[in-house]
């Protein structure tokens, strides 16, 4: 746990920045972990995709696969976007209920700090890293490509993960939610486990599949179903109705944590 | 001794009734989507002339109800959601207790470290396979209620393969949690030297089997392993792989005892 030294300077901005600086503190070694593991994800896909495609048309050769349908089927719309979620699920935990369990949640609370810009530095830094971790792959999936005599277009890689990291912000307000919640060090992810899950199973049920977050964060709508290249412009609507979602669960969280006796 | 195991209940039972949960809801939904998979099969291979040769094992899927519970829990969800609550039932102990401030009080029993490790996966390996049961006992229910038949001593054999290879993993969790005491640190790192190449390998060996190829990465298929063939009987047992992974746990519960030995709480 980290305390925020701020006793030189009273100015609200300094104790912004302090707050940022903690919270990057504090979630830093998790957000190396979780970009360790998305390079891991990308470079093993890519990696392997020669091979793998090889066999594949080998298989089906009236129907080959192109190279850029196994990147959209075989990261944005499956290992990395699970890989992603439970990483930005991760990086929301934390924060002053945590700290109450660990008994240094007096010294952050009497700091001259609302609540509420503790809350919002926490999430600020949450949600850049998130942000950072979804469009690591923009970078890196067009390098790797090239490396292994593909192509695949620098846009395409950014608007999947600008898809991505937009309306996965759900699950990463979900888990600031939860952080608000409860206390212990595995119950909040537990039952984010559980959330994640139940969504992963619901959204394969053909009733509810074209309310499906995760056909959003993929932009499965907006795709060429033979290239799966994005044809059109991103998923507008399913975006806003996340960023809508986001902003209600942080707001929820903001609500909870200033009713909370500490 | 009753004390410990009390404590190590008490520190775990929240996730423990949570691995209940999602067991129902994995088991749950995979028992219900049967009837709409079956119909979704049989229609494709009507109608598409090359499905068979896409899809090779479509027509077991149809008609062995066996097969599909196998794939669909055993060599699949439920295995992976077991595997996940194996590793966080092991989560805890005095590293975690130091970061909360609590581990001098623990230390300052008459207990040695070593007893404090081992009642605690010994709490984590009895929920570990109350979990399994639980699933497999709701499943036989689920399958009863939608008039479908199986085999019993199938579900049992391959839970009891499950849970007896799967205890790798509950040592795993434990050596991971006192080695990466950080907040949350321990989860993403766990899921980053384990849950990847775990996940990776056993889809890609399941492309493979599809295909009917193998190469040198099924040796290190430890989902496959947990799974076992689907028709499972002792000749069957992947023994060389149960003896592997039992010897990689024997190995990481020795490290554990050690590491705990030596850390300056």
Known sequence: MVTALTTNSPQTANFRHALLWKAWQESRARFFSALALVVIVVSYAILISTDWLARYNSFHPTEPLPYSAFIWSGLFNWLLQATWILAAFVLGL????????????LFTLALPIARTHLLLSRAMVAIAESMLLALTPALLIPLLSSATGHTYPWSQGLLFSLSMGIAGMVFLCVSLLLSSLLEGEFTAPVVGILIVGSVFLGSKQWQVHKWSILDVMSAANSIDPSTQYLRGPLPWLGLSVCTLASLTLLSCSIIVLRRRDF | MKMLLLKAWTETRVRFFSSLLAAVVVCLYHVTQHAWLVTMWTHTLANDPKALTHFPWMPLGISSYNWYLWHYLFDNYLQQIWVLFAVLFAFGGLAREKLNGTAPFSLGLPISRKRWLLSRLLIAFIESI????????????ASI???????????????????ATGIFFIAFGDLCSSLFPGEYLAIILTLLIFGTPYLIVQTYEQHMRVLGRGDWLRNIDLAHIMAGPWQLTWTTLPWLGMAIMWTMTALLLIAAIKHGDRVDY
């Open chain 1, 94 to 105: 934390g924060g002053l209920r945590r700290e109450g369990a660990t008994g240094s949640a």
């Open chain 2, 130 to 141: 109350a979990l399994a049961v639980f699933a497999i006992a709701f499943t036989a229910i």
């Open chain 2, 145 to 163: 209620a939608i008039h479908q038949t199986f085999s019993v001593t199938g579900l049992i054999l391959h839970t009891t393969l499950m849970v």
